[in-house]
Protein backbone atom coordinates (compact mmCIF):
# COMPACT_ATOMS: atom_id res chain seq x y z
CA UNK A 1 0.00 0.00 0.00
CA UNK A 2 2.70 2.37 0.60
CA UNK A 3 3.96 1.79 -2.87
CA UNK A 4 1.04 2.79 -4.41
CA UNK A 5 0.13 5.65 -2.40
CA UNK A 6 3.71 6.53 -3.41
CA UNK A 7 2.98 6.01 -6.78
CA UNK A 8 -0.17 7.71 -6.99
CA UNK A 9 1.56 10.91 -5.57
CA UNK A 10 4.23 10.94 -7.80
CA UNK A 11 1.63 10.94 -10.17
CA UNK A 12 -0.99 13.33 -9.13
CA UNK A 13 1.55 15.50 -7.89
CA UNK A 14 4.08 15.32 -11.01
CA UNK A 15 1.33 17.00 -13.20
CA UNK A 16 0.29 19.71 -10.58
CA UNK A 17 3.65 20.77 -10.37
CA UNK A 18 3.21 21.07 -14.25
CA UNK A 19 -0.15 22.55 -14.09
CA UNK A 20 0.81 25.07 -11.87
CA UNK A 21 4.20 26.60 -13.25
CA UNK A 22 2.23 26.87 -16.50
CA UNK A 23 -1.04 29.38 -14.61
CA UNK A 24 1.58 31.07 -12.44
CA UNK A 25 3.96 31.66 -15.76
CA UNK A 26 0.27 32.96 -17.35
CA UNK A 27 -0.58 34.70 -14.18
CA UNK A 28 2.92 36.82 -13.83
CA UNK A 29 2.58 37.47 -17.05
CA UNK A 30 -0.55 39.36 -16.82
CA UNK A 31 0.74 40.85 -13.77
CA UNK A 32 3.67 42.04 -15.41
CA UNK A 33 1.90 43.34 -18.44
CA UNK A 34 -0.74 45.50 -16.08
CA UNK A 35 2.12 46.98 -14.40
CA UNK A 36 3.51 48.59 -17.51
CA UNK A 37 1.32 51.45 -17.37
CA UNK A 38 2.92 52.57 -14.16
CA UNK A 39 6.27 52.79 -15.74
CA UNK A 40 7.84 56.16 -15.93
CA UNK A 41 5.77 56.97 -12.95
CA UNK A 42 8.15 58.84 -10.52
CA UNK A 43 10.74 56.30 -9.92
CA UNK A 44 8.51 52.97 -10.96
CA UNK A 45 10.87 51.14 -13.77
CA UNK A 46 10.70 48.46 -15.91
CA UNK A 47 12.78 46.56 -12.93
CA UNK A 48 10.34 47.13 -10.63
CA UNK A 49 7.67 46.12 -12.69
CA UNK A 50 9.06 42.66 -12.80
CA UNK A 51 9.72 42.55 -9.38
CA UNK A 52 6.54 43.23 -8.87
CA UNK A 53 5.28 40.26 -11.18
CA UNK A 54 7.96 37.96 -9.30
CA UNK A 55 6.81 39.22 -5.60
CA UNK A 56 3.42 38.62 -6.22
CA UNK A 57 4.10 34.57 -7.33
CA UNK A 58 3.49 33.25 -3.95
CA UNK A 59 0.05 34.43 -3.50
CA UNK A 60 -0.98 33.92 -6.95
CA UNK A 61 0.39 30.12 -6.37
CA UNK A 62 -1.86 29.63 -3.12
CA UNK A 63 -4.63 31.14 -4.92
CA UNK A 64 -3.98 29.13 -7.77
CA UNK A 65 -3.46 25.36 -5.88
CA UNK A 66 -7.11 24.31 -5.97
CA UNK A 67 -7.75 24.67 -9.72
CA UNK A 68 -3.87 23.07 -9.85
CA UNK A 69 -4.78 20.12 -8.20
CA UNK A 70 -7.73 19.45 -10.11
CA UNK A 71 -6.08 19.20 -13.31
CA UNK A 72 -3.16 17.69 -12.14
CA UNK A 73 -5.61 14.77 -10.92
CA UNK A 74 -7.38 14.41 -13.65
CA UNK A 75 -4.20 14.67 -15.98
CA UNK A 76 -2.16 12.24 -13.61
CA UNK A 77 -4.99 9.68 -13.02
CA UNK A 78 -6.45 10.12 -16.62
CA UNK A 79 -2.89 8.80 -17.97
CA UNK A 80 -3.03 6.26 -15.52
CA UNK A 81 -6.78 4.83 -16.54
CA UNK A 82 -5.50 5.29 -20.03
CA UNK A 83 -2.78 3.07 -20.36
CA UNK A 84 -5.17 0.71 -17.88
CA UNK A 85 -3.34 0.95 -14.77
CA UNK A 86 -6.30 1.81 -12.70
CA UNK A 87 -8.25 -1.31 -14.23
CA UNK A 88 -5.16 -3.39 -12.90
CA UNK A 89 -5.36 -1.80 -9.37
CA UNK A 90 -8.97 -2.60 -9.27
CA UNK A 91 -8.35 -6.19 -10.55
CA UNK A 92 -5.68 -6.58 -7.60
CA UNK A 93 -8.41 -6.17 -5.21
CA UNK A 94 -7.93 -2.77 -4.57
CA UNK A 95 -11.34 -0.92 -4.07
CA UNK A 96 -12.33 2.27 -4.87
CA UNK A 97 -12.79 3.54 -1.62
CA UNK A 98 -8.82 2.79 -1.12
CA UNK A 99 -7.99 4.49 -4.41
CA UNK A 100 -9.84 7.73 -3.07
CA UNK A 101 -7.84 6.98 -0.22
CA UNK A 102 -4.74 7.23 -1.39
CA UNK A 103 -5.92 10.27 -3.79
CA UNK A 104 -6.87 12.17 -0.83
CA UNK A 105 -3.58 11.90 1.10
CA UNK A 106 -1.88 13.21 -2.37
CA UNK A 107 -4.57 16.06 -2.19
CA UNK A 108 -3.64 16.50 1.63
CA UNK A 109 0.55 16.88 0.95
CA UNK A 110 -0.55 19.36 -1.83
CA UNK A 111 -2.78 21.08 0.80
CA UNK A 112 -0.26 21.69 2.98
CA UNK A 113 2.33 22.74 0.79
CA UNK A 114 -0.22 25.43 -0.49
CA UNK A 115 -0.98 26.48 3.12
CA UNK A 116 2.60 26.78 4.09
CA UNK A 117 3.49 29.12 0.65
CA UNK A 118 0.45 31.14 1.80
CA UNK A 119 0.51 31.65 5.55
CA UNK A 120 3.94 32.10 5.85
CA UNK A 121 5.66 33.43 2.29
CA UNK A 122 2.99 35.33 0.18
CA UNK A 123 1.59 37.93 2.77
CA UNK A 124 5.03 39.19 3.39
CA UNK A 125 6.33 39.27 0.07
CA UNK A 126 2.88 40.95 -1.12
CA UNK A 127 2.98 43.46 1.54
CA UNK A 128 6.66 44.34 0.41
CA UNK A 129 5.58 44.31 -3.38
CA UNK A 130 2.72 47.20 -2.77
CA UNK A 131 5.37 49.27 -0.61
CA UNK A 132 8.57 49.09 -3.03
CA UNK A 133 5.25 49.75 -6.07
CA UNK A 134 3.80 52.82 -3.98
CA UNK A 135 7.29 54.13 -2.68
CA UNK A 136 8.73 54.04 -6.28
CA UNK A 137 5.62 55.98 -7.53
CA UNK A 138 5.36 58.48 -5.05
CA UNK A 139 8.92 59.28 -5.60
CA UNK A 140 10.27 58.18 -2.50
CA UNK A 141 8.16 57.73 0.76
CA UNK A 142 8.97 55.74 3.87
CA UNK A 143 7.10 52.94 6.05
CA UNK A 144 7.92 53.36 10.10
CA UNK A 145 5.62 50.71 11.68
CA UNK A 146 2.06 51.37 10.27
CA UNK A 147 2.19 54.99 9.05
CA UNK A 148 4.05 56.24 5.48
CA UNK A 149 5.41 59.01 5.10
CA UNK A 150 5.71 61.20 1.29
CA UNK A 151 7.91 64.07 -0.16
CA UNK A 152 6.08 65.77 -2.91
CA UNK A 153 7.67 69.03 -3.71
CA UNK A 154 8.35 71.04 -0.79
CA UNK A 155 5.52 69.82 1.10
CA UNK A 156 6.70 66.58 3.50
CA UNK A 157 3.35 64.27 4.10
CA UNK A 158 2.40 61.50 7.28
CA UNK A 159 -0.22 59.30 7.09
CA UNK A 160 -1.75 57.33 9.39
CA UNK A 161 -2.92 53.51 9.13
CA UNK A 162 -6.45 52.50 7.57
CA UNK A 163 -8.99 50.45 8.61
CA UNK A 164 -10.89 49.48 6.02
CA UNK A 165 -9.20 51.02 2.89
CA UNK A 166 -11.14 54.23 2.58
CA UNK A 167 -11.26 55.82 5.89
CA UNK A 168 -7.74 56.90 7.03
CA UNK A 169 -7.24 58.25 11.14
CA UNK A 170 -5.39 61.48 9.52
CA UNK A 171 -2.67 63.29 7.53
CA UNK A 172 -0.02 65.82 8.55
CA UNK A 173 2.06 67.63 5.89
CA UNK A 174 4.72 70.15 6.88
CA UNK A 175 5.50 72.21 4.29
CA UNK A 176 9.30 73.87 3.65
CA UNK A 177 10.35 77.59 2.09
CA UNK A 178 13.59 75.86 1.37
CA UNK A 179 15.53 72.87 3.15
CA UNK A 180 15.52 73.16 6.88
CA UNK A 181 13.11 76.54 6.94
CA UNK A 182 9.72 74.89 8.12
CA UNK A 183 7.06 77.11 6.70
CA UNK A 184 3.45 75.62 7.82
CA UNK A 185 2.13 72.37 9.66
CA UNK A 186 -1.17 71.35 8.64
CA UNK A 187 -3.50 68.77 10.19
CA UNK A 188 -6.24 67.38 8.77
CA UNK A 189 -9.04 65.02 10.63
CA UNK A 190 -9.36 62.59 8.79
CA UNK A 191 -8.97 60.83 4.93
CA UNK A 192 -11.83 59.94 2.82
CA UNK A 193 -12.59 58.59 -0.46
CA UNK A 194 -15.50 60.31 -2.37
CA UNK A 195 -14.65 60.87 -6.01
CA UNK A 196 -11.00 60.89 -5.43
CA UNK A 197 -9.14 61.17 -1.84
CA UNK A 198 -10.41 64.44 -0.16
CA UNK A 199 -9.02 65.48 3.25
CA UNK A 200 -11.61 66.53 6.07
CA UNK A 201 -11.54 69.42 8.03
CA UNK A 202 -8.34 70.87 7.58
CA UNK A 203 -6.22 73.51 9.38
CA UNK A 204 -2.32 74.87 8.30
CA UNK A 205 -0.41 76.52 10.84
CA UNK A 206 2.20 79.18 9.43
CA UNK A 207 5.33 79.92 11.14
CA UNK A 208 6.64 83.50 10.32
CA UNK A 209 9.24 84.93 11.15
CA UNK A 210 8.25 86.61 14.43
CA UNK A 211 4.77 84.73 14.92
CA UNK A 212 2.41 81.54 14.10
CA UNK A 213 -1.08 82.38 12.52
CA UNK A 214 -3.75 79.81 11.41
CA UNK A 215 -4.13 79.97 7.62
CA UNK A 216 -6.90 78.94 5.27
CA UNK A 217 -9.23 76.21 6.81
CA UNK A 218 -10.93 74.00 4.20
CA UNK A 219 -13.84 71.81 4.78
CA UNK A 220 -12.73 69.44 1.99
CA UNK A 221 -9.34 69.39 0.20
CA UNK A 222 -8.73 67.26 -2.63
CA UNK A 223 -5.01 64.92 -2.10
CA UNK A 224 -3.68 64.20 -6.03
CA UNK A 225 -0.44 62.60 -5.30
CA UNK A 226 -1.29 60.40 -2.23
CA UNK A 227 -3.44 57.20 -3.73
CA UNK A 228 -0.35 54.88 -4.06
CA UNK A 229 0.89 56.07 -0.65
CA UNK A 230 -2.60 55.21 0.76
CA UNK A 231 -2.36 52.11 -0.28
CA UNK A 232 0.96 51.22 1.54
CA UNK A 233 -1.52 51.95 4.84
CA UNK A 234 -4.37 50.19 4.10
CA UNK A 235 -4.56 46.76 6.03
CA UNK A 236 -4.97 44.84 3.16
CA UNK A 237 -6.45 40.66 4.34
CA UNK A 238 -3.63 39.07 1.56
CA UNK A 239 -0.85 40.78 3.64
CA UNK A 240 -1.67 39.03 6.74
CA UNK A 241 -0.89 35.64 7.72
CA UNK A 242 -3.86 33.58 9.20
CA UNK A 243 -3.03 34.36 12.92
CA UNK A 244 -2.95 38.25 11.98
CA UNK A 245 -5.74 38.26 10.48
CA UNK A 246 -7.90 36.14 12.90
CA UNK A 247 -6.22 39.10 15.60
CA UNK A 248 -7.48 42.22 13.24
CA UNK A 249 -10.97 40.41 13.13
CA UNK A 250 -10.96 40.09 16.64
CA UNK A 251 -9.76 43.66 16.70
CA UNK A 252 -12.42 44.87 14.62
CA UNK A 253 -15.38 43.25 16.19
CA UNK A 254 -14.44 44.10 19.66
CA UNK A 255 -14.88 47.87 18.37
CA UNK A 256 -17.73 47.36 16.62
CA UNK A 257 -16.86 47.60 13.02
CA UNK A 258 -17.63 45.72 9.95
CA UNK A 259 -15.43 42.38 9.48
CA UNK A 260 -16.72 40.71 7.24
CA UNK A 261 -14.23 41.08 4.46
CA UNK A 262 -11.57 39.65 6.71
CA UNK A 263 -13.92 36.62 7.88
CA UNK A 264 -14.61 35.80 4.42
CA UNK A 265 -10.72 36.05 4.16
CA UNK A 266 -9.93 33.94 6.98
CA UNK A 267 -11.92 30.81 6.35
CA UNK A 268 -11.61 31.18 2.32
CA UNK A 269 -7.92 30.29 3.17
CA UNK A 270 -9.07 27.38 5.56
CA UNK A 271 -11.71 26.38 3.06
CA UNK A 272 -9.26 26.47 -0.05
CA UNK A 273 -6.96 23.76 1.73
CA UNK A 274 -9.56 21.37 2.10
CA UNK A 275 -10.77 22.29 -1.26
CA UNK A 276 -7.44 20.77 -2.76
CA UNK A 277 -8.23 17.46 -1.10
CA UNK A 278 -11.42 17.60 -2.40
CA UNK A 279 -11.21 18.39 -5.83
CA UNK A 280 -8.20 15.61 -6.30
CA UNK A 281 -10.92 13.25 -5.36
CA UNK A 282 -13.31 14.96 -7.04
CA UNK A 283 -10.87 13.97 -10.22
CA UNK A 284 -11.21 9.97 -9.63
CA UNK A 285 -15.50 9.51 -10.94
CA UNK A 286 -14.11 11.76 -13.74
CA UNK A 287 -11.29 9.62 -15.07
CA UNK A 288 -12.63 5.66 -14.04
CA UNK A 289 -16.12 7.12 -15.74
CA UNK A 290 -17.21 8.90 -18.77
CA UNK A 291 -13.06 10.52 -19.35
CA UNK A 292 -11.90 7.18 -19.22
CA UNK A 293 -11.05 7.38 -22.70
CA UNK A 294 -11.05 10.64 -23.64
CA UNK A 295 -7.39 12.45 -24.14
CA UNK A 296 -5.66 15.12 -22.18
CA UNK A 297 -7.93 17.93 -23.87
CA UNK A 298 -11.01 16.88 -22.87
CA UNK A 299 -9.80 16.92 -19.51
CA UNK A 300 -8.29 20.23 -19.22
CA UNK A 301 -11.78 21.75 -20.77
CA UNK A 302 -13.41 19.83 -17.93
CA UNK A 303 -10.95 21.27 -15.02
CA UNK A 304 -10.95 24.40 -16.35
CA UNK A 305 -14.73 24.14 -16.67
CA UNK A 306 -15.08 23.87 -12.82
CA UNK A 307 -12.06 25.39 -11.49
CA UNK A 308 -13.67 28.68 -13.31
CA UNK A 309 -17.01 27.80 -11.86
CA UNK A 310 -15.59 26.99 -8.59
CA UNK A 311 -14.19 30.61 -8.29
CA UNK A 312 -17.54 32.63 -10.24
CA UNK A 313 -19.47 31.27 -7.62
CA UNK A 314 -16.86 31.70 -4.45
CA UNK A 315 -16.61 35.71 -5.93
CA UNK A 316 -20.30 35.94 -6.19
CA UNK A 317 -21.17 34.74 -2.80
CA UNK A 318 -18.26 37.14 -1.53
CA UNK A 319 -19.81 40.16 -3.29
CA UNK A 320 -23.49 39.19 -1.66
CA UNK A 321 -22.84 38.54 1.97
CA UNK A 322 -23.40 42.40 2.43
CA UNK A 323 -26.46 42.70 -0.02
CA UNK A 324 -27.87 39.69 1.65
CA UNK A 325 -26.87 39.68 4.63
CA UNK A 326 -25.24 36.08 4.85
CA UNK A 327 -23.20 34.57 7.24
CA UNK A 328 -19.39 34.92 5.80
CA UNK A 329 -18.53 31.45 7.41
CA UNK A 330 -21.04 29.95 5.36
CA UNK A 331 -20.08 31.98 2.09
CA UNK A 332 -16.32 30.95 2.20
CA UNK A 333 -17.42 27.37 3.28
CA UNK A 334 -20.24 26.75 0.12
CA UNK A 335 -18.66 26.54 -2.91
CA UNK A 336 -16.13 23.69 -1.05
CA UNK A 337 -19.07 21.87 0.37
CA UNK A 338 -20.50 21.95 -2.83
CA UNK A 339 -17.74 20.50 -4.31
CA UNK A 340 -17.73 17.90 -1.92
CA UNK A 341 -21.24 16.87 -2.64
CA UNK A 342 -20.59 16.45 -6.06
CA UNK A 343 -17.45 14.72 -5.59
CA UNK A 344 -19.59 11.86 -3.06
CA UNK A 345 -22.14 11.66 -5.37
CA UNK A 346 -19.71 10.81 -8.06
CA UNK A 347 -18.04 7.89 -5.90
CA UNK A 348 -20.85 6.56 -5.13
CA UNK A 349 -21.66 6.39 -8.79
CA UNK A 350 -18.93 4.52 -9.66
CA UNK A 351 -18.66 2.14 -6.57
Not at 5 to 14: D, H, M, W
Not at 24 to 41: A, K, N, R, T, Y
Not at 44 to 49: E, I, L, S, Y
Not at 269 to 282: D, E
Request: glycine share 12%; proline share 2%.
Amino acid sequence: MRLLNRYIFNSVAGTTALVLVVLLSLSGFMSFIGQLGDVGEGDFTMFHAVNYALLKLPGMAAGLMPVSALLGSLLGLGAMAASSELIVMRSAGISINRLARSVAMTGLALALFGGVIGEFIAPQMDLYARQMKAVAKSGGADITGSDAWLRSGDTIVNVRSSIDGTDYGGVYTYRFVMPGQLAGIGRGESVEYENGWQLQNFRESLLGDEAVTIGTQFDRKKLEKLRDLLAITEVKESSLTGQELRSYIDYLESNGLDADRYVIAFWNRISSMAGIIVMCVLALPFVTGSLRSAGAGARIVIGALIGVGYFLLSRTLTDSVTVFNLSPVFVAWLPTLILAAVAWAGMQRIR
